[in-house]
């Protein structure tokens, strides 16, 4: 008799060697079995650690699910892993980049490639580059700051955008009925940018956000009264100079600096960003 196993147990847990172990890839459909929901994959987030899977049913409801046992692909029960590292076989094991993926050691970065990542600002750039960087050098993915989206229909228009150039646009404030979601159904309705254009976004008023409180030793971001500036509020708040640009040059420098990895950001920018970056390096079809 086995000691190791006396206590109480899961009897319903399936060993590891059960069930064949699949990561997870945006498009899969999938059957979550205790619920009986079915969904397509829209997007994986994680955060400190832990996986979530958002499964979008033919309706276009949309329900997250954590990884691992507990799903049925064409019929079949599998353990549902992380997404595959983007680095390449033979990488260091355990060396990982900012943004969780395998460190590719001593590769080169690729010649950028015309497919762009666009995003708002000066700032959403910096924080992007800091957490996804070593990713986007080795799939030859540049990163360009709008400063604004007003006239996005006119900047996706002249880069004309089509197979083997695409374009992944990450927008501040993308929720419902604001501007912001207003412009992006106008530039999805133009011409040539269905299956070449994403435009995903998270909801907060400024990438600033997007770091943890916790993480800036704070319980939660300060919130601005209607009329004042934004970022000069926050830099108020914290009781930091905020009177000039340089000050909220500073302010950001000082924040970004706080950001080590993946880990230190909110999911909803996280998913956001790995589903352009999933996009615009994905097969064409």
Known sequence: MSYQNWGPQDLTAPAPSQLPEVPVQRGMVLEDVQSGWVGAVTRVEKSGGMHVVALEDRRGK?????????FLLE???????????????GAAAGTRTASGSVRVEGQRAQVAKASRIWVEGKHDAELVEKVWGDDLRVEGIVVEPLHGIDDLAGAVRDFRPGPGRRLGVLVDHLVADSKESRIAEAVMASPGARGNVLIVGHPYIDVWQAIR???LGIERWPVIP???DWK??????????????????LGWQKLLGAVRSYADLEPSLLGRVEEVIDFLTAPEQ
């Open 62 to 70: 949309s329900r997250t699910f954590r990884l691992g046992y507990g």
């Open 226 to 228: 209607r009329g004042v």
């Open 75 to 89: 019929g079949r029960p599998i353990r549902l892993m992380p997404p595959a590292p983007r680095a390449a076989a």
């Open 232 to 249: 000069t509020g926050i830099l108020t708040a914290f009781g930091w100079p905020h009177s000039t640009k340089e000050d909220i040059g």
């Open 213 to 215: 409180p916790s993480v």
